[in-house]
């Protein structure tokens, strides 16, 4: 076993042992295939390339204090990916199928997961893309279906510490009727301008507005988007929004503290009332935005003055953690102990 450093881990890509893989062809879903290659033979005129009738997923593995490895909520990433089938006209994966995967695939690359101590997880990224050789608009006979995982340490290098994000004005990430409910590689393509843009003025992420009116906070550059006052955890509703495992999972535990839990339209002047701002997702966790600059409009929202984060944040991050790690008991078996 090569010497990985845990600690030193980025979200990054770390070559594993092996995948899995499965076909569609004729009509059905093949058996599993495991494969040591971290390379995939597809014709130059398949519809994943041309037509970005592609759709992933993301979840983490965890490595408790009992040596036991913990998936969280995998079923919900399996049902989500049905849905974004729907959505880009791809075959559903049946949800056994994805669970047998993601199982056979984190068993095959046991030596990868991060011991506890590391805070680090096993990243799992399951994909579905559509294959065959076509060029009329259609969609494709023949899919593929692969899992891949990889160590990887915290999404942003700082760790649990504010971040700053911005409003740019001039750019949208989804449509309000269009595809940013699916977990679509195409969304991350139309954000990708924005992101580079953003990181270029020194903000970690975009916050988006809804794309009709500019007038109501939308999603948070690949992460959900929430607030915090008066004891309340505010989520936009939107159209345009991917639907977060870790948001839905933050409510039922912000609902646990005692908070009220407001899944409404937010317009962006109510942003200056939070008391606490944050964004979230499996790769994000919970990480708290220090300011919201909208810098087309000279407007600044502050969250955090004194580099930390706030108590709330603080608190839903632990809590979530500690589900995940297997440190506290595991009341609405979010948890699955693979091995
Ligand atoms: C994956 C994703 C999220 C986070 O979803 P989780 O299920 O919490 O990982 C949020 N927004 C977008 C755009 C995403 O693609």
Same mark, same amino acid.
């Given at each position: 076993?090569?010497?990985?450093?845990?600690?030193?881990?980025?979200?990054?890509?770390?070559?594993?042992?092996?995948?899995?893989?499965?076909?569609?062809?004729?009509?059905?879903?093949?058996?599993?295939?495991?494969?040591?290659?971290?390379?995939?033979?597809?014709?130059?005129?398949?519809?994943?390339?041309?037509?970005?009738?592609?759709?992933?997923?993301?979840?983490?593995?965890?490595?408790?204090?009992?040596?036991?490895?913990?998936?969280?909520?995998?079923?919900?990433?399996?049902?989500?990916?049905?849905?974004?089938?729907?959505?880009?006209?791809?075959?559903?994966?049946?949800?056994?199928?994805?669970?047998?995967?993601?199982?056979?695939?984190?068993?095959?690359?046991?030596?990868?997961?991060?011991?506890?101590?590391?805070?680090?997880?096993?990243?799992?990224?399951? +994909?579905?893309?559509?294959? %065959?050789?076509? *060029?009329?608009? !259609?969609?494709?006979? /023949?899919?593929?279906?692969?899992? $891949?995982?990889?160590?990887?340490?915290?999404?942003?290098?700082?760790?649990?510490?504010?971040?700053?994000?911005v409003?740019l004005?001039?750019?949208?990430?989804?449509?309000?009727?269009?595809?940013?409910?699916?977990?679509?590689?195409?969304?991350?393509?139309?954000?990708?301008a924005a992101g580079e843009k953003a990181h270029e003025l020194g903000y970690?992420?975009?916050?988006?507005?809804?794309?009709?009116?500019?007038?109501?906070?939308?999603?948070?550059?690949?992460?959900?988007?929430?607030?915090?006052?008066?004891?309340?955890?505010?989520?936009?509703?939107?159209?345009?929004?991917?639907?977060?495992?870790?948001?839905?999972?933050?409510?039922? +535990?912000?609902?646990?503290? %005692?908070?009220? *839990?407001?899944? !409404?339209?937010?317009? /962006?002047?109510?942003?200056?009332? $939070?008391?606490?701002?944050?964004?979230?997702?499996?790769?994000?966790?919970?990480?708290?935005?220090?300011?919201?600059?909208?810098?087309?409009?000279?407007?600044?929202?502050?969250?955090?003055?004194?580099?930390?984060?706030?108590?709330?944040?603080?608190?839903?991050?632990?809590?979530?953690?500690?589900?995940?790690?297997?440190?506290?008991?595991?009341?609405?078996?979010?948890?699955?102990?693979?091995?």
């Amino acid at each position: 076993m090569e010497n990985i450093n845990w600690s030193e881990l980025s979200f990054g890509y770390m070559k594993t042992d092996y995948n899995v893989r499965c076909y569609y062809r004729d009509g059905k879903w093949g058996e599993l295939e495991v494969s040591s290659s971290e390379l995939i033979n597809l014709h130059m005129a398949s519809t994943c390339l041309h037509y970005g009738q592609e759709s992933f997923e993301g979840l983490k593995v965890f490595k408790g204090k009992d040596g036991k490895a913990r998936v969280f909520r995998m079923d919900e990433n399996a049902k989500r990916m049905q849905s974004s089938c729907r959505g880009i006209m791809m075959p559903e994966l049946p949800v056994e199928k994805f669970e047998e995967a993601v199982r056979k695939v984190v068993k095959l690359n046991e030596r990868f997961i991060p011991p506890y101590e590391s805070g680090a997880s096993l990243y799992v990224r399951p +994909l579905l893309i559509g294959l %065959g050789a076509q *060029v009329g608009v !259609r969609p494709a006979t /023949e899919y593929l279906f692969i899992v $891949f995982v990889t160590p990887v340490g915290p999404y942003f290098k700082d760790g649990f510490k504010p971040t700053p994000v911005v409003i740019l004005r001039g750019y949208d990430r989804a449509a309000p009727l269009g595809t940013g409910t699916y977990k679509v590689g195409g969304n991350y393509a139309a954000s990708l301008a924005a992101g580079e843009k953003a990181h270029e003025l020194g903000y970690s992420a975009v916050l988006y507005l809804d794309a009709k009116e500019k007038k109501y906070v939308d999603e948070c550059g690949p992460a959900n988007f929430f607030g915090i006052k008066d004891n309340k955890y505010i989520t936009p509703q939107s159209t345009s929004i991917l639907p977060s495992i870790t948001n839905k999972s933050l409510m039922q +535990l912000a609902e646990d503290m %005692g908070m009220t *839990v407001e899944r !409404r339209q937010i317009p /962006e002047d109510e942003l200056a009332t $939070f008391e606490e701002a944050a964004e979230c997702g499996t790769a994000a966790v919970v990480t708290p935005i220090e300011r919201i600059d909208d810098i087309d409009e000279n407007k600044s929202y502050v969250f955090s003055k004194d580099g930390k984060p706030g108590p709330v944040c603080e608190k839903l991050y632990h809590q979530l953690r500690a589900i995940q790690y297997g440190d506290v008991p595991d009341q609405y078996g979010w948890v699955t102990i693979l091995s």
